[in-house]
C-alpha cells in the first residue's frame, strides 16, 4: 500500500487495479484539480503536474475516458519538477456526470470516486422541488452515498410542512436541516466524514455551501489554498485545488462549482429510483402499455385524480424522461457514427498494407 496516499482515498480496490501498472514501473496518482493544459496529481512523491500521454488521448473514444477530478491515474515515473504524463485511468468507483452545456452532446464528470454526496438546497424561499428531482436523479446515477442537506432553517417559518412535501421526493435518502451560521445544526453532518473518505457539495449557488465548507472545516483558509504557478507564457498564475484534504484528517471535499441548471446525462436507472412511487403506480395500471392518457384502470390518473401523486411531480417526471429519452436518441447516433469512422479508418489501414504487401512481393 502507498501510505501517503491513504489520507487521499487511496484503497484496497485501486490497489489491485493498479497492480499489473506497478509491476511496469507505474506511478499511482489522484487528479486533484483539473486546467486547460495540464492536471494536478497527488502522488507518492508528491504534488506533481501531469499531462494525458498520446497514448490515452489516442485510445480515448469521448471526453469521460479522459481523466477526471478526483479520478486515480496511472503515472509513468518522473523526475522532480517534470511534468508527468497519465497513461491510464483506474476504474471509477463512482461518477457524478452531467451533459456538457449547450449542443455539446458530451458527458462532463464533475467528479470521480465520490463516497458521498451532499445535495445541498436551502429551505428559504429558493426552495425549488423540481430541481431536487433533476439532483436526485443524478446522485441516484453516480453511485455515491446520497445526503440531502436542508440548509438556512433559520429562514423557514414552517419546517415540518417543508419536511412533509419534501418526503414524497426524498424517499429513503437521509434528510439533515441545519443552517450553516449555527455550528451545533452542522454537527450531524460530521458524521459523513472519515479519513480517505471523498465529499461533495452540489446545489445552486447562494444555498451555502461554502458557508458549510466554512462551519465544517471552522478555519476560512482551509477552503482555498492558492499555489502559484508558471503558465505556458512564464507568468504566474493562481491555481486552487478543486479537491483537497479537510483539516484534522477528515476525508477530502469537492469544490464544484455552483449548478445553477443541471442537464441530466442518462436517465435509466437513476430516473427510476428517483421516481420509485411513480415506477409503483405503473406497474398497477390495467394495461401494461398504458399510456396514463384516456385509459381505464390508470393507476397513475387516479392517484393524480385523489392527490397521492402532486401533478408537477408527475409533469416533472415527463419532462425528465422526455430529455433524457431524446439524449439516448443522440447518443446512440453518434455511437453508429463513430463506428462507421472507425470501420473506414480500418478498411483504409487494410488496404493500405496489402498495397504495400504488394510491393514488398514485387
Ligand atoms: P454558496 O454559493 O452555495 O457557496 O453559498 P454561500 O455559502 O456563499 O452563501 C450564500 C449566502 O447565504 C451568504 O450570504 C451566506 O451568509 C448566507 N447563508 C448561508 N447559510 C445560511 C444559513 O444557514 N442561514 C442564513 N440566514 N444565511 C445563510
Ligand atoms: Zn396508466
Redesign the pocket.
Same mark, same amino acid.
Given at each position: 500500500m502507498y501510505q501517503d496516499l491513504i489520507p487521499y482515498g487511496w484503497n484496497a480496490d485501486f490497489q489491485a487495479a493498479f497492480l499489473p501498472f506497478k509491476a511496469q514501473g507505474f506511478l499511482p496518482g489522484r487528479v486533484i484539480a483539473e486546467h486547460r493544459q495540464h492536471l494536478i496529481v497527488i502522488t507518492p512523491q508528491g504534488e506533481n503536474l501531469a499531462v494525458v500521454s498520446g497514448k490515452l488521448r489516442y485510445r480515448a473514444q469521448c471526453r469521460a475516458d479522459y481523466p477526471a477530478v478526483g479520478d486515480w491515474v496511472v503515472l509513468s515515473p518522473f523526475q522532480n519538477g517534470e511534468r508527468s504524463k497519465v497513461q491510464a485511468v483506474l476504474p471509477r468507483q463512482t461518477r457524478i456526470s452531467r451533459k456538457a452545456a449547450g449542443e455539446d452532446m458530451s458527458e462532463q464528470i464533475i467528479g470521480a470516486n465520490i463516497d458521498t454526496l451532499f445535495i445541498?438546497s436551502s429551505l428559504n424561499q429558493d426552495f425549488n422541488m423540481r430541481r431536487l428531482e433533476r439532483y436526485l436523479v443524478l446522485a441516484k446515477n453516480s453511485g455515491a452515498q446520497t445526503v440531502l442537506v436542508m440548509?438556512?432553517?433559520?429562514?423557514c417559518n414552517d419546517i415540518p410542512a417543508r419536511l412533509a412535501e419534501l418526503s414524497t421526493v426524498t424517499q429513503e435518502i437521509p434528510v439533515l436541516v441545519?443552517?450553516?451560521?449555527?455550528p451545533e445544526s452542522v454537527v450531524p453532518l460530521r458524521e459523513y466524514l472519515a479519513p480517505g473518505k471523498t465529499l461533495a457539495m452540489i !446545489?445552486?449557488?447562494?444555498?451555502?455551501?461554502?458557508?458549510?465548507l466554512n462551519a465544517l472545516t471552522q478555519q476560512q483558509s482551509q477552503r482555498v489554498q492558492p499555489i502559484r504557478q508558471r503558465d505556458a507564457r512564464g507568468r504566474h498564475t493562481t491555481v486552487h485545488r478543486q479537491l483537497f484534504l479537510l483539516p484534522h484528517n477528515q476525508g477530502l471535499m469537492l469544490d464544484s462549482p !455552483?449548478i445553477r441548471e443541471i442537464q441530466l446525462w442518462e436517465g435509466g436507472e437513476g430516473l427510476d429510483a428517483a421516481f420509485s412511487d411513480i415506477q409503483t403506480l405503473v406497474s398497477h395500471c390495467r394495461f401494461r402499455d398504458c399510456r396514463h392518457e384516456k385509459e381505464p384502470d390508470c393507476a397513475v390518473n387516479e392517484a393524480l385524480g385523489s392527490g397521492i401523486l402532486d401533478k408537477k411531480r408527475w409533469r416533472n417526471y415527463l419532462k425528465l424522461s422526455d430529455e433524457t429519452l431524446y439524449l439516448e436518441q443522440r447518443k446512440a447516433q453518434m455511437r453508429e457514427i463513430q463506428t462507421r469512422i472507425k470501420a473506414k479508418n480500418q478498411y483504409k489501414k487494410a488496404r493500405r498494407e496489402a498495397l504495400y504487401g504488394y510491393l514488398i512481393k514485387r
Open positions: 445541498v440548509n438556512k432553517a433559520d429562514l441545519l443552517s450553516a451560521l449555527d !446545489g445552486s449557488s447562494g444555498v451555502g455551501k461554502s458557508s458549510l !455552483g
